[in-house]
């Protein structure tokens, strides 16, 4: 597995952070702050409720298996044990990234990277239901229709979109990015 490129992070943050500051207008830490407590409000207990459904005492539940790896699971008549290490491995990163994830965003801990890994958390998440649970279309559902509460394409769509916002922002004023990364403050023009 490739580690990641700090020059390539870099670039990248960096393009978001010029982002906010020419193309946003001022203020716009305000937008991260809403966007966050809109995410605890919407998002956070669905994810850790999810979570929770993953766990068993100390370790992982039957259930996390059977919802990460649902085909595979049934081939093996539901018994983890016979599972290759790889597969526990998924299981638990996943199960963790589904606790830790929201928690950071919640709190504004570095907002823009939880932002982006939740927006592949739930890339995994929406593929695992099409094509490991065998969603329909009816399901899935599609955009540019009527429907404004299809669970795979409008819901996950407002999601994403959310996240997003987040990845561009900020955590906003009141993130635990602002203590541990403080901006430099802006001259008086």
Do not use: C
Not at 58 to 77: D, T, V
Not at 82 to 109: D, K, M, R, S
């Amino acid at each position: 597995m490739n580690e990641p490129n700090p020059a390539l992070l870099t670039k990248v943050f960096g393009l978001l952070r010029r982002i906010e500051e020419t193309e946003l207008p001022r203020g716009v830490g305000l937008l991260g702050l809403g966007t966050r407590l809109v995410f605890a409000s919407v998002l956070l207990r669905f994810f850790w409720s999810s979570a929770l459904t993953k766990i068993d005492g100390f370790g992982l539940s039957l259930n996390a298996y059977a919802q990460i790896f649902p085909r595979k699971m049934e081939a093996l008549g539901y018994d983890p044990s016979q599972l290759a290490a790889p597969y526990h491995f998924i299981a638990a990163f996943g199960t963790i990234a589904e606790f830790v994830l929201p928690l950071f965003i919640l709190i504004g801990l570095f907002t823009r990277l939880s932002s982006l890994a939740m927006i592949g958390f739930i890339g995994v998440m929406t593929l695992t239901d099409i094509y490991g649970h065998g969603l329909t279309a009816e399901t899935i559902g599609s955009f540019f229709n009527r429907f404004q509460d299809e669970v795979i394409a409008d819901q996950r769509l407002l999601w994403v979109w959310m996240l997003i916002v987040l990845g561009v922002t900020g955590g906003g004023k009141i993130a635990v990015d602002r203590l541990l990364f403080p901006q430099p403050r802006e001259s008086a023009k």
